[in-house]
């Protein structure tokens, strides 16, 4: 009884809406390090979209650049204009592996819509979020 209700709902569902693929590669995701701030704190600065095109290139990048010698990794939001499910995904997973390195992550500088993201998803919650980019907040190590 239940089986064939779903079936037409979702079929319904699907007559009304319409998908179009999206081209954002023209915004691709980069990563530029910056040596500032203290010793021990490495800060990487992200720019352009981190979405589907571009989070597997920029998740290699990143996990190369990861530095060895940091206890802090700050990844500067700041120039990201537009962050999907992938782009979040990318970010628990360099959290994860800097976790194993035993680094401390901390996301800098979210604009307002990738902020929006974060806390609607909870990963406000889980990654350590600062509206700021300064190397030396609170938890900065000082």
Same mark, same amino acid.
Do not use: W
């Given at each position: 009884?239940?089986?064939?209700? $779903?079936?037409?709902?979702?079929?319904?569902?699907?007559?009304? %809406?319409?998908? *179009?693929? +999206?081209?954002?590669?023209?915004?691709?995701?980069? =990563?530029?390090?910056?040596?500032?701030?203290?010793?021990?704190? &490495?800060?990487?600065?992200?720019?352009?979209?981190?979405?589907?095109?571009? &989070? /597997? *290139?920029?998740?290699?990048?990143?996990?190369?650049?990861? /530095?060895?010698?940091?206890?802090?990794?700050? !990844?500067?939001?700041?120039? +990201? %204009?537009?962050?999907?499910?992938?782009?979040?995904? !990318?970010?628990?997973?360099?959290?994860?592996? &800097?976790?194993?390195?035993?680094?401390?992550?901390?996301?800098?500088?979210?604009? /307002?819509?990738? =902020?929006?993201?974060?806390?609607?998803?909870?990963?406000?919650?889980?990654?350590?979020?600062? /509206?700021?980019?300064? $190397?030396? &907040? $609170?938890?900065?190590?000082?």
């Amino acid at each position: 009884m239940t089986g064939s209700r $779903p079936t037409a709902l979702s079929n319904r569902y699907a007559e009304h %809406t319409r998908f *179009a693929a +999206v081209n954002r590669s023209h915004g691709a995701a980069r =990563a530029t390090a910056f040596p500032r701030g203290r010793s021990g704190i &490495a800060i990487l600065a992200l720019q352009g979209d981190l979405d589907m095109a571009s &989070a /597997p *290139a920029l998740g290699e990048h990143l996990l190369a650049a990861l /530095p060895r010698s940091a206890r802090l990794l700050i !990844l500067d939001l700041s120039g +990201v %204009t537009f962050c999907d499910a992938a782009g979040l995904t !990318l970010l628990i997973g360099i959290q994860r592996q &800097a976790t194993g390195l035993g680094l401390t992550l901390r996301l800098s500088a979210p604009r /307002p819509q990738v =902020a929006k993201l974060l806390r609607i998803t909870g990963l406000d919650r889980g990654l350590n979020v600062h /509206p700021d980019s300064s $190397p030396h &907040a $609170p938890d900065a190590g000082g």
